[in-house]
């Protein structure tokens, strides 16, 4: 059973860093996509960063620059860092993954569309900037 635990949420100001972690466990397939995703209150869920099964990082045009996804060498835990952040990046932040994927770049759309019930969410965690 895939299980994927966030952690380090939280609020910070504008300009600030924060770091978030997911905990992940469970994938049985050697080739699966992992990342980030975010929904913020109203808006529809939207891809951030993702990592393919080949560690091709995939940035959302909006995070570009500022953010960074990575992965430690045992693929136990995923991280998200960050940087410069904007009241426009307040949003619950999601941890996801999907066996039997290896192009990163397309499930970063299509884990909120066509393939949603094929991928596993993580409870999500918050991260709210202020002014």
């Known amino acids: 059973q895939v299980q994927l635990v966030e952690s380090g949420g939280g609020s910070v100001q504008a300009g600030g860093s924060l770091r978030l972690s997911c905990a992940a466990s469970g994938f049985t397939d050697n080739r699966y996509c992992v990342g980030w995703f975010r929904q913020a ?3 529809e869920r939207e891809g951030v960063a993702s990592l393919s099964s080949s560690l091709i990082p ?3 045009d909006s995070v570009k620059g500022r953010f960074t996804i990575s992965q ?3 693929k136990h835990n995923l ?3 960050m ?3 904007k009241p426009g990046d307040t ?3 999601y941890c996801a993954g999907m066996g039997g994927c290896y192009d990163g770049s397309w499930w970063l759309n299509a884990a909120v569309k066509s393939v949603r019930a094929n991928t596993h969410w993580g409870q999500g965690t918050q991260v709210t900037v202020s002014s």
């Open 79 to 81: 991280y998200l860092q």
């Open 91 to 93: 949003a619950a932040y």
């Open 58 to 60: 995939t940035y959302a």
């Open 72 to 74: 430690d060498s045992a």
């Open 83 to 85: 940087n410069y952040l």
């Open 41 to 43: 209150p109203g808006t």
